[in-house]
Every structure is written in C-alpha cells, then in structure tokens.
T-cell receptor, first 112, second 112 residues
C-alpha cells in the first residue's frame, strides 16, 4: 500500500531535549516536505527536499533541521526544542511539488 | 510571495444544503491550485486540483473552477452530507518553485 509513515504519533518532551521525528515513504517520490499545523495559521512549510542530498528552507525553518540521505526517508530534527514548537507536524511526499501530495498521519508534539 | 486566503470558519450547514468555501490567491506565474481535505485525526488528502485557467476540478460531488481573472478557486458542493464534515484547505504551487502554499483551512460541520 502506498503510504507515508510518520513516527511517533504523539510525543511529549521537555525543553532542550533533542528529538527526531521520522518520515518514510514507499512510493519512490522525489519530493518530500515537512509542515506544522497551528490553529488559525493553517499549514506552514518547515523544510522541503527535491531529492537525495537536496534540501531547502520553507517558511518557518528556525529551530529545525532535516536530512535526506536516502530517497525514502526525511527525518525532522529538533536539536533543542522549545515550547513554541508545540504543534501538529505532517510529513508529505509527491512525485514533484506540483503533483498530488501524500501526507502522513501526523505527529502531535508537546514541549513542556 | 505566494499567498492563499480562505473564508474563515467554522461553517455549519444542514444536510443537503449547498456549500461554497471561498478561496483567493496571490501568486507569480501560473500556479496549480488544489483543495485538500482533512478528516478528524487524519492527515490531509487531495480532494481536487486544476492546473490552468478555466479548468474545473471535481471529485466526490465537489467542484472548483480556476478563475484567473478573479484569482479565485472556490469550492462548491450541491448537497452536503454529514460525512463531509472536515477541514478544507486551499493550496497552490507556483510553477518552477518546489513549494506548496496552504490557506488557513475552513472547518465544515454538517448537521443532520
């Protein structure tokens, strides 16, 4: 089954404790991206990647890192999380950015 | 930069009522336009898309027409069902840029 898999689904952590949210897709898509969803703000793009070893900043990249060492995986790294990073995070992939985006089920992150 | 403006919600309708959710955009070039739907507890999924002026996207009884002269892509459905209750996002991708811009989302609640 074609899918984007994110883990974990829920995560509670404390300020400053490094964490990684994983994202994997099984559709051989070139394009992957991370979004955060906040009430009243919709989805805002954090980072995107057009292919292996090619990443670029979205609208709200501060405090986040990503890597794309393999085509299927695109982890999101918060090296020193802060409470303002409490949000619902989505990973998405597509063949190209102008094509249909496939979304993961989301990761609800709470930073205390 | 690119932007998408959606009507604010929530929108509450009775079953079988007519639905319109307004969406206008600002973009460079000739963007592709999308409507995504998010059901409770799930990731977004593509509802319909249009890639050029005057194109009409349609799916599951929903329709939207790409209007270049008014820079709009309003979502319509003739008769909504309780199962249509969800959050609807308008989005665009400007050709040549590997980035998708989302609106803030409109929550639809359909009551029996």
């Amino acid at each position: 089954e074609a899918q984007v898999t994110q883990n974990p689904r829920y995560l509670i952590t404390v300020t400053g404790k490094k964490l990684t949210v994983t994202c994997s897709q099984n559709m051989n898509h070139e394009y992957m991206s991370w979004y955060r969803q906040d009430p009243g703000l919709g989805l805002r793009q954090i980072y995107y990647s057009m292919n292996v070893e090619v990443t670029d900043k979205g609208d709200v990249p501060e405090g986040y890192k990503v890597s794309r060492k393999e085509k299927r995986n695109f982890p999101l790294i918060l090296e020193s999380p802060s409470p303002n990073q409490t949000s619902l995070y989505f990973c998405a992939s597509s063949l190209r950015a102008a094509e249909k985006l496939f979304f993961g089920s989301g990761t609800q992150l709470s930073v205390l | 930069g690119d932007s998408v403006t959606q009507m604010e919600g929530p929108v509450t309708l009775s079953e079988e009522a007519f639905l319109t959710i307004n969406c206008t955009y600002t973009a460079t070039g000739y963007p592709s336009l999308f409507w995504y739907v998010q059901y409770p507890g799930e990731g977004l999924q593509l509802l319909l898309k249009a890639t050029k002026a005057d194109d009409k996207g349609s799916n599951k009884g929903f329709e939207a027409t790409y209007r270049k002269e008014t820079t709009s892509f309003h979502l319509e459905k003739g008769s909504v069902q309780v199962s249509d209750s969800a959050v609807y996002f308008c989005a665009l991708n400007s050709g040549g840029y590997q980035k998708v811009t989302f609106g803030t989302g409109t929550k639809l609640q359909v009551i029996p």
